[in-house]
């Protein structure tokens, strides 16, 4: 996902010579095309987040582009404060990718897990917040980002597999995308969660139900007229997030829902505040909270049964 | 050298600014009046004479550019913004007022002449770092000023600035510490010790000036002789003296919090005047 990224980004810096990528010391390869071809607008600027942050902030203030990479605790939690004031607040062009969404590092330990960048960023003005779910869209938000003249913060993790998009995506920034519809359950998910959305809907579908799953693949702006539109087309509403279970997706959707007077079932699957004290990678920790298509399948299926026996 | 009338000149302006600042901080109840006497010689320095900069043309893409890093000296920036036609007496009256326009922290304004939304301290370094790697790259001869107060040398991320500001040669940058030697709770040598604070910058690939931050003549030799040495980040240690210019504030901690009352406001000014 992050080669395929910043393939784009290179190709895009062949004509527009405003493009700049600053990492603090990490992505190993994952540079050396542009670094070659474009060396005197690549930095590697040190293991020093806070300083990356405030340089994008006055190269940007000097009318250029620029993107910088770091895996997501340290390029956004250590500088969240540069973040806060320098890009957000003063609405500077700058574009925030992080690698590691969720569990993605998994054996590297909790040091390098992003369960709250969600939660954060979310609550930044100006910040827009992107998950990409697999090469494809993060590709296709890559074009998006050199003309989106404000901050994004792009949140990058592990691809599903198999990849969600066969072809090119129709993808717009604020707009969810409907992967399937059926008339029973509709689930909102994000990034590496998609493809357990959409296994969750295939089992499902054996018990007869009918389930719709959306892409939010863009936290903010949320596309609320879409969540406010199912809200009332649906009476069982569940999300999907590789992430805290707190200030993600799931909270985003459920304001949007109690707004708008929603009164169907409503859960949200995601991480547990109480992190287990495991080690493993990236699934098996998925794996020790249910984060997985079998055990949110039969969750969905006892919430739904409980409600009809009240 | 300055001449005895360009001499009489900015004395009597650094007075005037003095006490535009007393005024402004008086009227409002705000803080900060020894962080802002601090630096008065410095700033009338920058914005009327070496400052390349036009009130008509704020936008002016090749203007020098100046980041008061220690944002909560923004009084005395404000005063001298006024002075020099960036801002109107009007716009100075909507300082620390509610509907106001000025905060007691800068805000990014540029047709105004602030370049960047300071406050938080050892932001204004990095950023000053982008501007000037931009300059270089974009092949400009604009300069980047940037002005740190002693205490904000305590953040990490002021060196993490230098040591790249030094790796890519950026000379056209000018680092300004106001070493008034008193930080919010105390005096910096008793809290962090930045001493030796011109050996740390020059081991950091810096080259380094000590000057006196309240006297004019060195002030201008020294930012006349930027870069002091090609392909080095400039540095000018500037010895300044917290509350300068009101003989009962200097020096005293009291005043980075406290606001003068009636009697003080009114000795002040008569000093000032």
């Given at each position: 996902m992050r080669d395929r990224f910043f393939k784009v980004i290179e190709d895009l810096a062949i004509e527009r010579d405003d493009i700049y990528i600053l990492t603090a010391?990490?992505?190993?390869?994952?540079f050396d095309n542009f670094r070659n071809k474009y060396p005197e607008r690549f930095y590697d600027i040190g293991v020093a987040e806070a300083n990356m942050i405030g340089i994008a902030s006055g190269l940007a203030l000097s009318a250029k582009n620029v993107y910088c990479y770091s895996i997501i605790p340290f390029l956004i939690m250590r500088a969240y404060e540069q973040i806060r004031i320098d890009i957000a607040y003063q609405n500077l062009n700058v574009k925030l990718i992080g690698a590691g969404g969720g569990f993605t590092y998994g054996l590297e330990?909790?040091?390098?897990?992003?369960?709250?960048d969600l939660a954060l960023m979310r609550a930044l003005p100006n910040m827009t917040v992107i998950v990409p779910c697999d090469p494809s869209e993060a590709q296709e938000f890559a074009r998006l980002s050199y003309d989106y003249n404000s901050p994004i913060y792009i949140r990058l993790g592990r691809n599903n597999k198999p990849n969600?998009?066969?072809?090119k995506p129709n993808i717009e920034i604020g707009k969810g995308l409907i992967l399937t519809r059926g008339n029973d359950v509709a689930i909102f998910s994000v990034g590496s969660m998609i493809s357990v959305a959409l296994d969750v809907h295939d089992i499902l579908a054996k018990h007869g139900m009918g389930v719709s799953v959306v892409n939010i693949h863009t936290l903010k702006p949320l596309d609320e007229v879409l969540i406010k539109r199912y809200s009332d087309e649906y009476n069982a509403i569940f999300t999907i997030e590789e992430h805290y279970i707190s200030g993600g997706l799931g909270s985003a959707v459920a304001e949007v829902l109690v707004e708008n007077s929603y009164s169907g079932i409503f859960k949200r699957f995601g991480i547990p505040l109480n992190l287990k004290k495991t080690i493993g990678n990236a699934e098996f920790r998925r794996n020790c909270y249910g984060l997985n298509a079998k055990n949110i399948s039969e969750d969905i299926l006892k919430v739904l049964e409980n409600k009809n026996t009240k | 050298m300055l001449t005895d009338d360009e001499r009489d000149f900015y004395d009597s302006l650094s007075r005037k600014i003095r006490k535009k600042t007393l005024q402004l901080i008086y009227r409002t109840k705000s803080p900060h009046i020894g962080s802002s006497f601090s630096i008065v010689e410095l700033l009338i320095a920058l914005y009327f004479k070496v400052l390349n900069i036009d009130p008509i043309n704020p936008?002016?893409?090749n203007r020098d550019r100046f980041i008061l890093s220690k944002g909560h000296g923004c009084p005395a920036l404000y005063s001298i913004l006024e002075e020099r036609g960036f801002l109107s007496p009007e716009y100075l009256l909507r300082f620390a007022v509610n509907d106001g326009v000025l905060e007691q922290h800068p805000n990014i304004d540029i047709k105004r002449g602030i370049e960047v939304t300071t406050g938080s301290l050892g932001h204004g370094l990095s950023i000053g770092v982008g501007i000037a790697l931009a300059a270089m790259k974009d092949c400009k001869g604009y300069k980047v000023y940037v002005l740190l107060s002693d205490g904000e040398l305590n953040e990490g991320s002021v060196w993490e600035a230098a040591m790249f500001a030094a790796k890519h040669k950026l000379d056209n940058l000018v680092a300004i510490i106001d070493?008034?030697?008193?930080?919010a709770l105390g005096y910096t040598k008793d809290i962090?010790?930045?001493?030796?604070l011109t050996q740390k910058w020059t081991s950091f690939g810096w080259s380094a000036m000590e000057i006196d931050g309240h006297n004019f003549g060195q002030i201008f030799k020294t930012f006349g002789n930027v870069p002091f040495e090609s392909h080095k980040p400039n540095v000018i240690i500037a010895h300044t003296i917290k509350g300068k210019g009101v003989s009962f504030m200097e020096d005293k901690l009291i005043w980075h919090y406290r606001c003068p009352d009636d009697n003080e406001y009114k000795k002040a000014i008569e000093e000032l005047s």
């Amino acid at each position: 996902m992050r080669d395929r990224f910043f393939k784009v980004i290179e190709d895009l810096a062949i004509e527009r010579d405003d493009i700049y990528i600053l990492t603090a010391d990490l992505g190993f390869g994952l540079f050396d095309n542009f670094r070659n071809k474009y060396p005197e607008r690549f930095y590697d600027i040190g293991v020093a987040e806070a300083n990356m942050i405030g340089i994008a902030s006055g190269l940007a203030l000097s009318a250029k582009n620029v993107y910088c990479y770091s895996i997501i605790p340290f390029l956004i939690m250590r500088a969240y404060e540069q973040i806060r004031i320098d890009i957000a607040y003063q609405n500077l062009n700058v574009k925030l990718i992080g690698a590691g969404g969720g569990f993605t590092y998994g054996l590297e330990g909790f040091t390098h897990f992003a369960l709250e960048d969600l939660a954060l960023m979310r609550a930044l003005p100006n910040m827009t917040v992107i998950v990409p779910c697999d090469p494809s869209e993060a590709q296709e938000f890559a074009r998006l980002s050199y003309d989106y003249n404000s901050p994004i913060y792009i949140r990058l993790g592990r691809n599903n597999k198999p990849n969600i998009h066969q072809q090119k995506p129709n993808i717009e920034i604020g707009k969810g995308l409907i992967l399937t519809r059926g008339n029973d359950v509709a689930i909102f998910s994000v990034g590496s969660m998609i493809s357990v959305a959409l296994d969750v809907h295939d089992i499902l579908a054996k018990h007869g139900m009918g389930v719709s799953v959306v892409n939010i693949h863009t936290l903010k702006p949320l596309d609320e007229v879409l969540i406010k539109r199912y809200s009332d087309e649906y009476n069982a509403i569940f999300t999907i997030e590789e992430h805290y279970i707190s200030g993600g997706l799931g909270s985003a959707v459920a304001e949007v829902l109690v707004e708008n007077s929603y009164s169907g079932i409503f859960k949200r699957f995601g991480i547990p505040l109480n992190l287990k004290k495991t080690i493993g990678n990236a699934e098996f920790r998925r794996n020790c909270y249910g984060l997985n298509a079998k055990n949110i399948s039969e969750d969905i299926l006892k919430v739904l049964e409980n409600k009809n026996t009240k | 050298m300055l001449t005895d009338d360009e001499r009489d000149f900015y004395d009597s302006l650094s007075r005037k600014i003095r006490k535009k600042t007393l005024q402004l901080i008086y009227r409002t109840k705000s803080p900060h009046i020894g962080s802002s006497f601090s630096i008065v010689e410095l700033l009338i320095a920058l914005y009327f004479k070496v400052l390349n900069i036009d009130p008509i043309n704020p936008f002016y893409p090749n203007r020098d550019r100046f980041i008061l890093s220690k944002g909560h000296g923004c009084p005395a920036l404000y005063s001298i913004l006024e002075e020099r036609g960036f801002l109107s007496p009007e716009y100075l009256l909507r300082f620390a007022v509610n509907d106001g326009v000025l905060e007691q922290h800068p805000n990014i304004d540029i047709k105004r002449g602030i370049e960047v939304t300071t406050g938080s301290l050892g932001h204004g370094l990095s950023i000053g770092v982008g501007i000037a790697l931009a300059a270089m790259k974009d092949c400009k001869g604009y300069k980047v000023y940037v002005l740190l107060s002693d205490g904000e040398l305590n953040e990490g991320s002021v060196w993490e600035a230098a040591m790249f500001a030094a790796k890519h040669k950026l000379d056209n940058l000018v680092a300004i510490i106001d070493y008034n030697k008193i930080q919010a709770l105390g005096y910096t040598k008793d809290i962090v010790q930045l001493e030796p604070l011109t050996q740390k910058w020059t081991s950091f690939g810096w080259s380094a000036m000590e000057i006196d931050g309240h006297n004019f003549g060195q002030i201008f030799k020294t930012f006349g002789n930027v870069p002091f040495e090609s392909h080095k980040p400039n540095v000018i240690i500037a010895h300044t003296i917290k509350g300068k210019g009101v003989s009962f504030m200097e020096d005293k901690l009291i005043w980075h919090y406290r606001c003068p009352d009636d009697n003080e406001y009114k000795k002040a000014i008569e000093e000032l005047s």
